[in-house]
């Protein structure tokens, strides 16, 4: 089984400042299949990214995904206010279990 | 536009049964496979089970293996997911969520969830 494991647990930065969210696989995710969603308190998550790097429909382009193997990347270009929220990563494809990592705060500083 | 609607929570006793329903709505329902995600109060999202298209095959979580059961009607457009020997642990806000293709795809669309209380 591939854990995710997702730093830093909180990152707190003000309004229009770069976040920059780490996943890490215990072993390599194969052909990229890594997702990031974010979840704002009382909602569903929200698919952002897919397949480690492409943007979901309607994603602003301040929102992208980077990375390969073991390693990959949430890059939040310029924060809005609308930003501030929990994200997580997600392993898919046809290895199971479908396995999330822990997930980033992103909070006002 | 896709609407995944889910019912069927509520509050059981330890060791009860409950069965959660999916209406889904805007896709054609039988080209996709179906997800069931949870999350416990103040936790993260957890990963439960799978269905793929046309309902044969089946994937679980090993903490609900054996236990909880999916299955898919795609005359009806629904999804189901039947939950026996329930714990206090199983206590969460259980999403449906539809892969983007007929297999263990990224989830491209989450329903609202519904809440499922296990208390004595």
């Known amino acids: 089984e591939i854990v995710l494991t997702q730093s830093p647990g909180t990152l707190s930065l003000s309004p229009g400042e770069r976040a920059t969210l780490s996943c890490r696989a215990s072993q390599s995710v194969s052909s990229g299949y890594l997702a990031w969603y974010q979840q704002k308190p009382g909602q569903p998550p929200r698919l952002l990214i897919y397949?480690?790097?492409s943007r979901a429909t309607g994603i602003p382009d301040r929102f992208s995904g980077s990375g390969s193997g073991t390693d990959f990347t949430l890059t939040i270009s310029r924060l809005e206010p609308e930003d501030f929220a929990v994200y997580y990563c997600q392993k898919y494809g046809d290895s199971p279990p479908l396995t999330f990592g822990g997930g980033t705060k992103v909070e006002i500083k | 536009q896709v609407q995944l609607v889910e019912s069927g929570g509520g509050v059981v006793q330890p060791g009860g049964s409950l069965r959660l329903s999916c209406a889904a709505s805007?896709?054609?329902?039988?080209?996709?496979?179906m997800h069931w995600v949870r999350q416990a109060p103040g936790k993260g999202l957890e990963w439960v089970t799978f269905i793929w298209y046309g309902g044969n095959n089946k994937y679980y979580a090993d903490s609900v293996r054996g236990r909880f059961t999916i299955s898919r009607d795609n005359s009806k457009n629904t999804l189901y997911l039947q939950m026996n020997s329930l714990r206090e642990e199983d206590t969460a806000v259980y999403y449906c969520?539809?892969?983007?293709?007929?297999?263990?795809?990224?989830?491209?669309?989450w329903g609202q969830g519904i809440l499922v209380t296990v208390s004595s």
């Open positions: 805007g896709f054609t329902f039988s080209n996709y496979g």
């Open positions: 969520a539809k892969s983007d293709s007929g297999g263990p795809g990224y989830f491209d669309y």
């Open positions: 397949g480690a790097s």
